[in-house]
Nanobody, 118 residues
Framework: QVQLVESGGGLVQAGGSLRLSCAVSGSTLSINAMGWYRQGPGKERELVAE???????NYADSVKGRFTISRDNAKNTVYLKMNSLKPEDTAVYYC????????????WGQGTQVTVSS
């Protein structure tokens, strides 16, 4: 089993920055990829950024050049640095982990609110 706990959300003005953290515990060797998703008001949950176990990263087009995902294996923590925030970035941000433990498994954090004011 894998547990994910997010922190770092909050209220920020447009143009500002925030850094989200996701503390990972449990069967971390089972994890193949980690990422951040978000769900805005009235919207479906969408992938924001992910990092694969080999180190490659993927970003949604809407955040490329503004957000950076990183992983600190020594601290079992995944970060999402968000710069130049826009009101449309307002959402609940969820930490996600994917692994194969016999079957494909997905684990989710409880979510952290990010609100960007104009």
């Amino acid at each position: 089993q894998v547990q994910l706990v997010e922190s770092g959300g909050g209220l920020v003005q447009a143009g500002g920055s925030l850094r989200l953290s996701c503390a990972v515990s449990g069967s971390t060797l089972s994890i193949n990829a980690m990422g951040w998703y978000r769900q805005g008001p009235g919207k479906e949950r969408e992938l924001v950024a992910e990092v694969i176990s080999g180190g490659s990263t993927n970003y949604a087009d809407s955040v490329k050049g503004r957000f950076t995902i990183s992983r600190d294996n020594a601290k079992n923590t995944v970060y999402l640095k968000m710069n130049s925030l826009k009101p449309e970035d307002t959402a609940v941000y969820y930490c996600h982990a994917f692994g194969i433990v016999g079957v494909r498994r997905h684990w989710w954090g409880q979510g952290t609110q990010v609100t960007v004011s104009s």
